[in-house]
């Protein structure tokens, strides 16, 4: 491998070595969607939170298909606007609810995937989990509190 920018591609048994060393990261979500939202490329943690019970069965769904009611619908009208917009959406605090119900905080890193002519063709990002502990600061039940308010009444 003359160009280190080659492990980005499938290697020749159709792994993408970076999806194989983010499979590692047990609190870091990433993903990578086509233009019309749909998984591509997952780690197993957004596999393992998503309660699928292997890679193929997010491949090809939304995120409204995978992480069902609001936050499902929220995760792909931000993917839209940002594949439509072809800007990046940097640190959003966001929160969903694992296959048992348990709810993860992360911050989401989402920017637009462009081709050689420069027209957005997916989308590409991560969610790292908000350090455990956080939610116990003073501040953090009060943003949580705003944050729930905003989701349900503003479009």
């Known amino acids: 491998m003359d160009d280190p920018r080659e492990w980005l591609r499938p290697a020749p048994d159709g792994s993408w070595p970076l999806e194989i060393l983010l499979d590692g990261s047990p609190d870091l979500i990433f993903f990578v969607k086509d233009f019309e939202g749909r998984y591509v490329s997952v780690?197993?943690?957004?596999?393992?939170?998503?309660?699928?019970?292997?890679?193929?069965?997010?491949?090809?769904?939304?995120?409204?298909?995978?992480?069902?009611?609001?936050?499902?619908?929220r995760f792909n009208e931000q993917d839209m606007q940002a594949v439509r917009d072809g800007r990046e959406l940097r640190d959003v605090l966001e929160m969903y609810f694992g296959?048992?119900?348990?709810?993860?905080?992360c911050l989401t890193h989402k920017m637009p995937l462009r081709n050689s002519a420069g027209d957005v063709v997916g989308l590409i990002g991560l969610s790292r989990d908000v350090p455990a502990g956080i939610e116990r600061h003073e501040d953090f039940a009060r943003v949580a509190q705003a944050l729930r308010y905003m989701y349900g009444h503003y479009d």
Request: proline share 11%; aromatic share 6%; hydrophobic share 25%.
């Open 99 to 105: 296959p048992q119900g348990e709810p993860h905080w």
């Open 43 to 73: 780690n197993d943690t957004l596999r393992r939170r998503s309660g699928a019970p292997h890679k193929q069965a997010v491949l090809g769904r939304t995120a409204a298909e995978v992480f069902t009611g609001e936050p499902g619908r």
